[in-house]
């Protein structure tokens, strides 16, 4: 029988120190598709998971069971990745050029059956988006990612950004409507 988080970290402060590798097996997969989804980039994510399962095992013994250890790690982990994205962005200030390619920081998988308008489309579209969430604050556009990508509760998203639960709704609304704001071009009308 699979032991339960709890079980397994009441088995690692009492000094069986491999068994957090179990937790790390288990939830490893779901703080990398948060932080991946917050930096963008696949080995930032890859750091920040490193980094947040480190500073779990480091602060093992403060954790007191109130919301499981999945809840704690992820939001661990969402305070790293923001750390990092805040650290990028202060370290470097850049702006894409209007003739650069737009989609040079996505993972993007090539589809045969769409013509040379399609893609191009395609990109413009993956453009605007890009940069309408790059003009959301990183609260905001965690909040939008936990709540919209992640299917996280306010509750969740209001633990993992460290805000009150009305805090965390008012800065996925304010997401929201700055994202359609800049995405109003794209709106189709019947």
């Given amino acids: 029988m699979e032991a339960n988080d709890d079980q397994i970290v009441r088995a690692v402060l009492a000094g069986d120190k491999d068994a957090y590798g179990a937790l790390v097996v288990?939830?490893?997969?779901?703080?990398?598709?948060?932080?991946?989804?917050?930096?963008?980039d696949e080995a930032d994510a890859d750091e920040v998971v490193q980094e947040a399962f480190m500073r779990?095992?480091?602060?093992?013994?403060?954790?007191?069971?109130?919301?499981?250890?999945?809840?704690?790690?992820y939001r661990i982990a969402i305070n790293c990745a923001l750390n990092m994205v805040n650290k990028r962005k202060s370290a470097t200030t850049y702006q894409i050029a209007e003739d650069a390619d737009p989609t040079q920081?996505?993972?993007q998988i090539a589809d045969h059956t769409a013509g040379p308008?399609?893609?191009?489309?395609?990109?413009?579209i993956e453009a605007l988006q890009a940069t309408a969430m790059r003009g959301l604050t990183a609260t905001e556009r965690t909040a939008f990612i936990l709540r919209h990508m992640e299917d996280r509760s306010t509750a969740e998203?209001?633990?993992?950004?460290?805000?009150?639960?009305n805090a965390?709704?008012?800065?996925?609304?304010?997401?929201?409507q700055k994202l359609r704001?800049?995405?109003?071009?794209?709106?189709?009308?019947?």
Avoid at 56 to 73: D, P
Avoid at 117 to 124: A, V, Y
Avoid at 168 to 176: E, L
């Fill in 105 to 107: 920081q996505q993972v």
């Fill in 26 to 40: 288990r939830h490893s997969q779901s703080v990398f598709r948060a932080a991946f989804r917050i930096t963008g």
């Fill in 56 to 73: 779990g095992y480091q602060r093992l013994e403060s954790f007191e069971s109130r919301s499981g250890f999945g809840t704690w790690i």
């Fill in 168 to 176: 965390a709704k008012q800065a996925v609304f304010r997401a929201v």
């Fill in 181 to 190: 704001r800049s995405l109003a071009p794209l709106r189709v009308t019947p």
């Fill in 117 to 124: 308008e399609r893609t191009l489309l395609s990109r413009e």
């Fill in 157 to 165: 998203i209001a633990a993992a950004l460290s805000i009150a639960p």
